[in-house]
């Protein structure tokens, strides 16, 4: 399924008008496509990030631009494996 929208793009909800940062995606076998939005924190407290469908969202800037390149350079990220039963 092609992406409406990139990781790091501004986005807000024509619903509720939560704005923030593309930070995740998943599509699924029934055909939805969601985004996890990011508000900026406030006040230095983060907000708790939304999974919202593809047809509530609307751009409303470039957002941020981040490579995978660059996260993998960075050696971001968990690192572990996922835990198995």
């Not at 996890?36 to 941020?64: C, F, M, N």
Request: proline share 4%; charged share 30%; aromatic share 8%.
């Amino acid at each position: 399924m092609e992406r409406k929208f990139n990781h790091g793009v501004k986005v807000r909800c024509k619903i509720t008008g939560l704005e923030g940062i593309v930070t995740g995606y998943c599509d699924y076998i029934t055909g939805c496509a969601q985004y996890l939005v990011q508000p900026p924190a406030k006040d230095g407290e983060y907000k708790d990030s939304h999974w919202l469908d593809e047809g509530r969202l609307e751009t409303t800037g470039e957002g941020i631009v981040i490579t995978e390149q660059e996260v993998r350079q960075d050696k971001t990220g968990f690192g572990k494996s996922a835990p198995v039963k």
